[in-house]
């Protein structure tokens, strides 16, 4: 039996535009189907890729004074909480949380996430909120009691905003945690190109298999018909907006039919799957400001490869 996969009118309707654009471009939100889900993780893992563990270092070496900055009784809303590690991390060296709510758009994901967090606090409610943060939304009215607020936006994902939508997406999440609210944002720093490069283009070809990932759901879930084998994955440093890009690299001129068009591809001509944008703190907290909240506390790791910061509402 063939496995009818559905159409997923969001995807196709994001390929047709990006595509259709001068610089073709993919929304990286679509590296995450469950491959990418699973290469992601393996990402985290891998030698050349810092991030994830320099920030659980950091986590796990300041979580004395993580929670004594942030006080006895938070509720903890977490922005895309991943599998829930770092979550039951930063619970686990808080004073009394007094909630925790995973705000997540796949509610599959939000289910193992509650469960998991569950089971390393049995007495911590626990209130899954499904919505995209990418728009605006509202938490359920009475969610973590009259308890203050604290944001918890890790992994450096704000790195995947452009930098004005890091704002906005900044100012909306003041407005959704509320008044008295704080944040705890981890952000990749600006570092040597060869680090940089290293970590989005590893050795192992894992982040490449991630990015072509893309292209394989696209033939999967968008009814393309892209010959894998006809991309290239590239990770370029772009020097003015100090940002990670990964493209994927036509290695011959093609055709390619997606949603009842043809796509042509020149040889050497590139897909943007993705930016992740890498911070100095001055700039970082610059746009924080301009989003409405003022720099608490900043802590790094003792090379200063990752940055996670307080910021008060
Ligand atoms: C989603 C921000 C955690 O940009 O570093 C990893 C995604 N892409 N390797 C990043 C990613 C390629 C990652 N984050």
């Known amino acids: 039996m063939s496995a009818a996969v559905e159409l997923q009118p969001a995807l196709v309707a994001d390929a047709i535009a990006g595509l259709s654009a001068t610089r073709k471009t993919l929304p990286c939100k679509w590296l ?7 290469l992601f993780e393996a990402i985290t893992r891998l030698p050349e890729y810092y991030p994830t563990r320099t920030e659980v270092q950091i986590l796990d070496q300041r979580g004395r004074d993580i929670a004594q900055a942030v006080g006895r009784g938070a509720a903890v809303v977490e922005f895309g909480p991943g599998d829930g590690a770092k979550a039951v ?9 007094a909630a925790y709510l995973p705000v997540d758009i796949a509610p599959e994901w939000l289910e193992d996430v509650a ?6 606090f049995p007495h911590l409610p626990v ?3 499904v919505a995209d943060f990418t728009r605006p939304f509202d938490l359920p009215a009475h969610a973590g009691g009259s308890a203050a607020r604290l944001g918890f936006f890790s992994g450096s994902t704000i790195g995947n905003f452009e930098p004005e939508e890091a704002v906005a997406f900044l100012a909306r999440a003041r407005a959704t945690l509320g008044p008295g609210s704080r944040m705890l944002l981890g952000a990749d720093l600006v570092k040597e190109v060869a680090i ?5 283009d590893d050795s192992a070809r894992v982040t490449a298999a991630f990015n072509l990932n893309l292209l394989a759901r696209l033939n999967r879930e968008a009814g393309a018909d892209f010959e894998l084998d006809g991309f290239a994955h590239a990770a370029r440093w772009n020097p003015g907006r100090e940002r990670i890009e990964m493209h994927l690299v036509a290695r011959r001129p093609q055709r390619v039919r997606l949603g009842g068009r043809v796509f042509a591809f020149a040889a050497g001509e590139s897909i943007h799957t ?11 907290r610059q746009l924080a400001e301009a989003a ?7 802590w790094t790791d003792p090379e ?7 910021l008060e509402a």
Do not use: C, N
């Open 32 to 38: 995450y189907d469950a491959e990418g889900t699973r």
């Open 89 to 97: 991390q930063l619970l686990g060296a808080l004073q009394a949380p």
């Open 115 to 120: 469960e998991r967090v569950t089971g390393a």
């Open 127 to 129: 209130r899954p909120v």
């Open 196 to 200: 940089l490069e290293a970590a989005y």
């Open 274 to 284: 993705e930016s992740s944008h890498k911070y100095r703190p001055d700039r970082l």
């Open 292 to 298: 409405g909240w003022r720099q608490a506390r900043i």
């Open 304 to 310: 200063e490869m990752f940055s996670v910061w307080l």
